[in-house]
C-alpha cells in the first residue's frame, strides 16, 4: 500500500524540477532591453558649436556691392583651435536676381590670408529675413579667423542686405570694399554695430 505513495510523490517532484527548468530557460531566452543608440558625432569627433558676434535681434540693415563692391567681415575667436563646416548670414534680398549672381564668403586667418572661398546662388537669398548657410569643407583653424562675405548688388534698395546687431560694442565688424577692409563709412555708427555673420563647426 505504501508503494503508490511513494510512486506519486516521486512523480510529483519530478513534474516541480521540469517546471522550475523551464521556467529557468524562458528567463535565460527572454530578450534583454533594447539599447539607446548612440548619438552621431561630428565629422571630427566634437560636439558642434556656433561662433557668433551679435546677439541675434536684428536691429537695421546694410546693402551689398556697388560701384566700390562693398562687403562686410566680421573678426572671430573660439578660443581654441576650431574646424569651421558651415558660414551662417542673416540676409534677403527685395528682388529675385536672375542668371549667376552669387553671395561669396571667405574664411581667412587673422591676418586674412585666405583659407577657403565658397559661395550660395543668390537666387537661394530669401525676401523675408533668414539665415543663409554656405557649406563649408572641414577647414581648420588656429582659434581666430575672420569671416568675409560680398555680392553684387542688385540695384538701389533692392537688396541683398545683412542684419545688423545695433546693441554693441563692436566685437571686430568691419567694412570691405574690394575685400579689403576701408574706412567705416557705412551710414550706421561704427561703435555699436556687429553684423549678423556667424561660423558653425567643431573643436579641432
Known amino acids: 500500500m505504501k508503494k503508490p505513495k511513494t510512486l506519486v510523490l516521486t512523480l510529483t517532484l519530478v513534474l516541480v524540477l521540469v517546471l522550475l527548468l523551464a521556467a529557468v530557460t524562458a528567463t535565460a531566452c527572454a530578450p534583454g532591453p533594447t539599447p539607446s543608440p548612440t548619438p552621431s558625432p561630428t565629422p571630427g569627433g566634437g560636439t558642434p558649436q556656433e561662433i557668433a558676434r551679435d546677439d ?7 546693402s551689398l556691392g556697388g ?15 576650431f574646424v569651421v563646416t558651415t558660414i551662417r548670414v542673416y540676409s534677403r534680398t527685395v528682388e529675385t ?16 590670408a585666405v583659407l577657403w572661398e565658397g559661395f550660395v546662388p543668390m537666387a537661394d537669398i530669401p525676401k ?15 582659434g581666430e ?29 568691419e567694412q570691405l570694399s574690394h575685400w579689403q577692409p576701408v574706412d567705416w563709412n557705412a551710414g ?3 561703435e555699436t554695430v556687429n553684423f549678423m555673420i556667424r561660423a558653425e563647426g567643431y573643436a579641432g
Open 128 to 142: 523675408e529675413p533668414a539665415w543663409v548657410e554656405i557649406p563649408v569643407p572641414d577647414i581648420a583653424t588656429d
Open 97 to 112: 536676381p536672375v542668371g549667376d549672381m552669387r553671395m561669396t564668403a571667405r574664411l581667412t586667418d587673422a591676418s586674412l
Open 145 to 173: 579667423f575672420c569671416v568675409l562675405v560680398f555680392a553684387p548688388t542688385l540695384g538701389k534698395d533692392k537688396g541683398p542686405y545683412i542684419g545688423l546687431d545695433q546693441s554693441g560694442p563692436n566685437l571686430g565688424s
Open 188 to 190: 550706421v555708427g561704427r
Open 67 to 81: 560701384l566700390e563692391e562693398y562687403g562686410f567681415m566680421v573678426r572671430l575667436d573660439a578660443g581654441q583651435p
Open 56 to 62: 541675434g535681434a536684428m536691429d537695421s540693415w546694410l
